[in-house]
């Protein structure tokens, strides 16, 4: 069927867009709109003056841009259903975070809804064969990432600040415990088990950094608290899942708005720190490098993108202190960004 002709608001967007750099067609605008990134034509104009409203056409440039880099639009437009914030808005946004998790397990062979429940010795041998599944014949889905850059900073003669924590969640160490937890939760994994792994995977070893993570454990126990069953995979992925699918919808719409924002800071600056090392170092100075970038849950090198950003919404719902430290760190990625360029 012929695609009707484009109307005259939609024509007043492409050229208020254009004014700002950037090229859009109708047929963009209009797909944009079936995905709720873009409001209906009927919300784009100002009632008093007629006119476009600014916001409406900042949104339509920022899509365009996206568009332009050659990237999908992906978990950016995660962002603009957290604004709108709609029943319909709010609905997908869920969907789009639930699916995102869900994916590299399905690939994997994973279905959630078939893990086995309970502390039944049946139970527990078949999740103890499917987090052996989850990684079988598969390549490590991100490099030292960590690793790397302090390679090359050195070999340019640039110190970084010191490593708080391992360099690579998926180093081998962690693969069999870490999988253990993930499907059956703080019952298939001892606290002991997963702290020698996270010692082996550590640069140097850092005992002293394990050995103070056993004596909080330990005196916490003493004092009646299993710290490692409140943590937030104590009751593995579908805990996680459970976090997403009930969390309250304005709750939701903040945790991505925040997460999504701090992850297209981080996109941009990254590419920045290749003319201005600085940038790295102030990054890397700041604690949630190790709590956000180094875990994999910001989108860069290796890591699925949607993947990475559903892994912040959810520690985002599930500890606050870690959602304030990232409106923290989001406010220095703001202050990085806008300093000029070295000479």
């Not at 067609?25 to 009927?42: I, K």
């Not at 399905?106 to 052996?132: H, K, L, N, V, W």
């Not at 800071?265 to 990054?283: C, G, S």
């Not at 959602?323 to 202050?335: I, S």
């Given at each position: 069927?012929?695609?009707t ?6 024509l007043?967007?492409v050229?208020?867009?254009?004014v ?11 797909r944009?709109?079936?995905q709720l990134?873009?409001p209906?034509t009927?919300?784009w ?6 006119g476009?409203?600014p916001?409406?056409?900042r949104?339509?440039?920022?899509l365009a841009?996206?568009?332009k880099t050659?990237r ?9 259903w957290?604004i709108?914030a709609t029943?319909?808005?709010t ?24 893990i ?6 049946e139970a ?10 989850l ?9 030292d ?8 900073a050195?070999?340019?003669g ?31 994994v ?21 050995e103070?993570i ?20 104590a009751?593995?992925?579908?805990g ?16 991505v708005l925040a997460?999504?924002?701090?992850s297209?800071a ?9 003319t201005d090392?600085?940038i ?25 993108g ?6 912040s919404?959810?520690?985002h719902l599930?500890m606050?202190e ?8 989001q ?9 000029p360029?070295p000479v």
């Amino acid at each position: 069927m012929a695609r009707t002709k484009p109307s005259a608001l939609e024509l007043a967007m492409v050229a208020a867009v254009g004014v700002h750099g950037f090229t859009v067609s109708p047929t963009q605008l209009e797909r944009w709109r079936s995905q709720l990134w873009l409001p209906r034509t009927t919300e784009w104009t100002d009632p008093g003056t007629g006119g476009l409203r600014p916001e409406i056409v900042r949104r339509a440039a920022a899509l365009a841009g996206i568009s332009k880099t050659g990237r999908k639009i992906s978990w950016f437009g995660w962002g603009f259903w957290a604004i709108d914030a709609t029943p319909e808005s709010t609905a997908r946004l869920r969907a789009a975070v639930t699916d995102a998790f869900e994916r590299p397990f399905r690939t994997a062979g994973i279905d959630f809804g078939q893990i086995p429940q309970g502390d039944s010795d049946e139970a527990f041998e078949a999740r103890q064969e499917m987090a052996a599944r989850l990684f079988r014949n598969q390549h490590c889905p991100r490099r030292d990432f960590d690793g790397a850059l302090r390679a090359n900073a050195a070999g340019a003669g640039f110190e970084l600040p010191p490593s708080r924590s391992v360099s690579n969640i998926f180093h081998p160490a962690l693969i069999g415990p870490g999988g253990r937890l993930m499907l059956g939760g703080a019952q298939d994994v001892g606290f002991d088990e997963l702290a020698e792994a996270w010692e082996a995977a550590t640069p140097g070893g850092n005992s002293e950094m394990v050995e103070q993570i056993r004596t909080v454990q330990r005196e916490a126990a003493l004092a009646g608290d299993d710290l490692f069953a409140q943590s937030p995979l104590a009751d593995g992925l579908p805990g996680l899942m459970r976090t997403v699918r009930e969390a309250d919808g304005e709750r939701l719409c903040t945790a991505v708005l925040a997460c999504t924002k701090a992850s297209a800071a981080l996109t941009v600056l990254l590419p920045r720190m290749v003319t201005d090392p600085e940038i790295l170092r102030a990054l890397m100075a700041d604690e949630m490098w190790d709590q956000w970038v180094r875990v994999g849950f910001a989108p860069v090198l290796g890591v699925s993108g949607e993947a990475a950003v559903s892994m912040s919404v959810i520690q985002h719902l599930l500890m606050p202190e870690w959602a304030e430290a990232l409106e923290r760190y989001q406010t220095l990625m703001g202050t990085l960004l806008t300093q000029p360029a070295p000479v």
